[in-house]
T-cell receptor
Framework: ETGVTQSPTHLIKTRGQQVTLRCSSQ?????VSWYQQALGQGPQFIFQ???????GRGNFPPRFSGLQFPNYSSELNVNALELDDSALYLC???????????????FGQGTRLTVV | AQTVTQSQPEMSVQEAETVTLSCTYD???????LFWYKQPPSRQMILVIR??????QNATENRFSVNFQKAAKSFSLKISDSQLGDTAMYFC???????????FGDGTTLTVKP
C-alpha cells in the first residue's frame, strides 16, 4: 500500500468525449507525475506538477492537461478522446521533485481508460 | 533523448533459484538515477531498487541486487532465492537528476514456478 489512490479504477468513454482522472497523493507530497501505460508497454511520462505548477512535460499533445491542488490531490484531463488514448493511467507522488536525492515516487493503482 | 531497452519480454525461474533481468540504456548525461520497479497484477508499481549513477557500488536490497556497468550503460537486476510473490512485470527506468521525467523500458514479465 503506497498511500496514493486513484479514481475511478475503470472508465469507458466514447471517442471525442472529455475525461477527468483523479489522484490523491500522500500528505505532504509536493510533486505528482502522470504516466500513460499502453497494454504491454512501459509507462510513458505525460507531465509532472510541483507545488501546483507544471514542471516538465513529455511528448503528449495539449489536449492532455493537469491540475494540482493544495490538498495533495490532482487531476489529469484529456479532451477530444481518441481510440489510442485507451491505456492505464498512473499517477506517482513524491515528497520533492523527482531527481532530488533520496526522493522516492509512490504510485497509485491506476485508472484503466477504454475509449470506444 | 534517453532510451531504455529490456531485451527479455518474458522470463521464468524455479522457486528458490536466482534470475537476472537485463536492462540497457542510452544517454549523454552524467548525473542520473536508475530504477527497477515491480508491477504485479494489482497494477500498483512498486520500487524495488535504486542506483545513483555517481555511486560505483552496486545497490542491494535484501534478495535484490543490481549490476551497474556505467561505461557499458547496463543495469541488470538479480533476484536471489526467488519467491512466488516475485511473479510480476519488472520495469527498468532511467531519470536525469532534477529533470522530473522518468523513462521506462517495456518491461520483463517474470514468472516464478513452484
Amino acid at each position: 500500500e503506497t498511500g496514493v489512490t486513484q479514481s475511478p479504477t475503470h472508465l469507458i468513454k466514447t471517442r471525442g468525449q472529455q475525461v477527468t482522472l483523479r489522484c490523491s497523493s500522500q500528505s505532504g507530497h509536493n510533486t505528482v507525475s502522470w504516466y500513460q501505460q499502453a497494454l504491454g508497454q512501459g509507462p510513458q511520462f505525460i507531465f509532472q506538477y510541483y507545488r501546483e505548477e507544471e514542471n516538465g512535460r513529455g511528448n503528449f499533445p495539449p489536449r492532455f492537461s493537469g491540475l494540482q491542488f493544495p490538498n495533495y490531490s490532482s487531476e489529469l484531463n484529456v479532451n477530444a478522446l481518441e481510440l489510442d488514448d485507451s491505456a492505464l493511467y498512473l499517477c506517482a507522488s513524491s515528497l520533492d521533485s523527482i531527481g532530488v536525492l533520496n526522493t522516492e515516487a509512490f504510485f497509485g493503482q491506476g485508472t484503466r481508460l477504454t475509449v470506444v | 533523448a534517453q532510451t531504455v531497452t529490456q531485451s527479455q519480454p518474458e522470463m521464468s525461474v524455479q522457486e528458490a533459484e536466482t534470475v537476472t533481468l537485463s536492462c540497457t540504456y542510452d544517454t549523454s548525461e552524467n548525473n542520473y538515477y536508475l530504477f527497477w520497479y515491480k508491477q504485479p497484477p494489482s497494477r500498483q508499481m512498486i520500487l524495488v531498487i535504486r542506483q545513483e549513477a555517481y555511486k560505483q557500488q552496486n545497490a542491494t536490497e535484501n534478495r535484490f541486487s543490481v549490476n551497474f556497468q556505467k561505461a557499458a550503460k547496463s543495469f541488470s537486476l538479480k533476484i536471489s532465492d526467488s519467491q512466488l510473490g516475485d511473479t510480476a512485470m519488472y520495469f527498468c527506468a532511467f531519470m536525469i537528476q532534477y529533470a522530473g521525467k522518468s523513462t521506462f523500458g517495456d518491461g520483463t514479465t517474470l514468472t516464478v514456478k513452484p
